[in-house]
C-alpha cells in the first residue's frame, strides 16, 4: 500500500486545509530525477506516518503546478498550517529530506505567521 497520496486539484485544497502538515512532490513520469527520488520519497513516508505525503503529477495537473510556480521537477513543498515553509527544486538524498522533514516539525508556526505577517506590512 502506498503511504503517499495523488494530490489533483480536486482534492489538493481539501488535503491541505485538513492536514496540518503535508509534504508536496511536484513531479512527472518522463523526469529521470523525479524517479530517482520517488523511493527515497515514499521511505520518508513510510517513516513519518503522521505526515501526509502527497504527490502531484505535473503532467496532469498542470494547474496545480502552475498555482505554485513550479518551474522545475522534482520541486519538494512543505506546507504548515496551510503555509508554504519550505520548496526546493532537485531531487534530495534521503539525509537531506529527513533533515528538511525535522527542521520543519520543529518549526513555531506562530512565529512563521507573525514573520509573514510582518512581510506584509513592509510590503503595503
Do not use: H
Not at 503517499?4 to 518522463?30: G, H, M, P, R, Y
Not at 515553509?85 to 534521503?94: I, M, R, S, T
Request: proline residues 6%; hydrophobic residues 45%.
Amino acid at each position: 500500500m502506498s503511504s503517499t497520496v495523488e494530490l489533483t486539484k480536486e482534492n489538493f485544497d481539501q488535503t491541505v486545509t485538513e492536514n496540518e502538515f503535508v509534504l508536496i512532490d511536484f513531479w512527472a513520469s518522463w523526469c529521470g530525477p523525479c524517479r530517482m527520488f520517488a523511493p527515497v520519497y515514499e521511505k520518508a513516508a513510510q517513516d513519518n506516518p503522521d505526515l501526509v505525503f502527497g504527490k502531484v503529477d505535473t503532467e496532469a495537473q498542470p494547474e496545480l503546478a502552475q498555482a505554485f510556480g513550479i518551474q522545475s521537477i522534482p520541486t519538494l513543498m512543505i506546507v504548515r498550517d496551510q503555509v508554504a515553509v519550505f520548496a526546493q527544486p532537485g531531487a534530495l538524498p534521503e539525509a537531506a529530506l529527513t533533515d528538511v522533514i525535522g527542521q520543519a516539525r520543529k518549526l513555531d508556526m506562530d512565529e512563521v505567521r507573525k514573520s509573514i505577517a510582518a512581510q506584509q506590512d513592509d510590503a503595503q
